[in-house]
């Protein structure tokens, strides 16, 4: 949002925590790995739609940040992964998706029921990982975590209701299904910090989490699908409601509220009708106040910051906010 | 499979731990409450198709039977059918299945979706308790139970090649899917106990858990639908292969393993032709092998609680063997 010369991008961000996240795919192959010729077979297939890895470089850069004082943080940025990918196979079952990340997913791939196990699999591996390590405190944070996923995932079936589904409820679900595993990611990176930035590197994950996700809503409204990779209205054609249009409609008149009701009442709304709706919410303002709440979110992640001492990788943690309200995908 | 007069029950069992057990119900109330409306409606409808609790008497009878020592019984027991119940929730959606216990199942009641995400719900609430007890002996037993059960599941959907399947496949399938969590049960119930007496309860339960299984696949083909509440030879219809049919390839003819195939290659086979691979399977032994294999295990089952002090309790474990190659549903 901000209009630099060169956008900050994530190998930016990476690189005072380069040599320990180049080790991290590796971990994640031995706490995954399976003689069971089906798994063996979904995990391969996994490991080729390796994402970006944003939350494992969370994790170390607050292990870095807060004096590197952490000698399991591979691992642990592995089990953060593992979690998200766990969470990821489910939801792509629950959404029937066909793609993630241009690769057809687990079960459009295999079938549903191998998703569902798999899923089950996959997570039961990392707390596997994690009593390995024989300490309770990533397992206290983490299982909450997970928890508030599946929570954020029922509340998400729930935001189908343009004229019910409040700004509140929507804080509630980006909070609990995005930012509580940001929020996780930077908390079990600083286990070993003092108290005080413990708690900060967690309260700045989760307004990072929640920035992330708004951003995330606002790219489906205004993105450039050659570059987000899936056309552009995506959320209102699955009647999903999002931070812009709850921000519009009360600003809209009647005729415009029935015909936002409209869309959400055709089972398959057309590409025109989908357009006029996102100018209508534009027009109405709700594009400028969702980038005005991810904006101030961001400035909230900044001021969290000035708990730790000024690193390296402290500037690479304020560079992720950039990172993330500036990205194009 | 013997001929009592009085066959033993399950209340039989229960009681050297009655007053324990009955406290479970409450405190698994208290492990899965939400404040989210959904996630609570599913909840209570959970509560409606109450198990009989096999796991958790199981896992109390253990502590019992092996001095009594550990004061978390009730937490433990209810965590143990919680993960049970999860498992429940995501194989039902992994099946389509439509009823439980007589009930709809949250997948048919609800959706799909809400069964993926409450299974996760569930399974991840059973993880924070476990943690909040302050001990990583608990979950390393039940991450590991988990995973082994995830692996079943996997197992179970290879398991429908009938002329591939050996007998060696079908116990490690059995094994993982069914043994591994009677087996934790036991363990679980029996942490504060020594070593010997642990790892002897550990192996009862696995002993235990297969001729469960064993004794649930022979009931698909002998067991009277007005009391199993499933038609016979569901199985077959559903292309599962199990021990009987495994049996009682080998000693039939060239013409009854191409009956067999047919059979596996056919959609929906009609009720005649499952009843005359019943038959088949009958005449070539397969019954009476897999009742044969039962009754070994339940032997070893048996010898397995000798290393015990004699008491009620250890009496009680005695008979849940009875109770389990006994049912007739």
Partial sequence: MSSQIAPITLADLQRPVRGRLERVPQELHRIVEADFGLIAEV?????????????????????????????????????IELIH????????????????????????????????????????????????L???????????????MTVGEMRQLL???????????????????????????????????????????????EALGMAFQIVDDLLDYVGDPGVTGKPTGSDLREHKVTLPLIAALPRMDAAGRRQVQALMDTPEPDDPRIGEIIGAVAEAGGLDYARERALQLAQQADGELDALTPSPARDALRAAITYVVDRRR
């Fill in 43 to 79: 995990n391969s297939h996994l490991f080729q739609m390796q994402g970006k890895m944003f939350r494992p470089t969370l994790l170390l850069l607050a292990d870095e940040a807060t004096g590197g004082r952490d000698q399991r943080t591979i691992t642990l940025a592995a089990v």
């Fill in 85 to 132: 990918l766990a969470t990821l196979v489910h939801d792509d079952s629950v959404d029937h998706s066909v793609l993630r990340r241009g690769m057809p997913t687990i079960n459009s791939l295999f079938s549903h029921q191998v998703s569902v196990i798999m899923g089950d699999y996959l997570y039961s591996r990392a707390v596997i990982e994690l009593v390995r």
């Fill in 134 to 148: 024989d300490d309770l405190e990533p397992l206290r944070v983490l299982s909450r975590v997970t928890n508030q």
């Fill in 159 to 205: 935001a189908h209701e343009p004229l019910e589904f409040s700004e509140e409820s929507y804080d509630l679900l980006i909070q609990a299904k995005t930012a509580s595993l940001l929020s996780g990611a930077c908390e079990v990176g600083a286990l070993r910090a003092s108290p005080a930035e413990r708690s900060a590197l967690r309260r700045y994950g």
